[in-house]
């Protein structure tokens, strides 16, 4: 063992302050400048980028008149919806002819349904063993 007795003894060197706040100022100093720096950058693409001219493409060029091809874009959908359902309900309600030359014709869905009705649904004959 040894003689000297226990003494309690207080560390004052532990955290040097002067240099944390050392690091701190610069490490803030650094964020500025590079603030500074891309706020500096983003004003130059900016300026270029206004300054810059759209290049025309050589088979873009005379397209400023032409139409596009069919089907366009449309412009009254409700009209459009209209016109078709008009038709459709054309079809379906009169008489027409769909092939003269065959003998073909279309009737109202009113009396094809009357007539299926009527005459009933064509059936298979059974087939012999």
């Not at 500096?40 to 980028?49: A, N, P, Q």
């Amino acid at each position: 063992m040894t003689d000297q007795p226990h003494v309690a003894s207080t560390e004052r060197d532990d955290v040097n302050v002067r240099g944390v706040l050392l690091f701190g100022a610069g490490l803030a100093v650094t964020a500025a400048v590079i603030h500074v720096v891309v706020w500096l950058l983003f004003g130059y693409f900016s300026g270029r980028e206004a300054a810059r001219v759209a290049p025309v493409y050589p088979l873009a060029a005379g397209q400023d008149t032409q139409v596009p091809p069919e089907p366009r874009l449309q412009t009254n959908p409700r009209e459009d919806l209209r016109l078709l359902r008009t038709k459709e309900e054309e079809v379906l309600t009169t008489y027409a002819w769909v092939d003269k030359p065959a003998g073909v014709v279309r009737i109202p869905i009113d009396e094809a349904m009357r007539l299926l009705l009527k005459r009933g649904l064509p059936a298979r004959s059974e087939r012999a063993k």
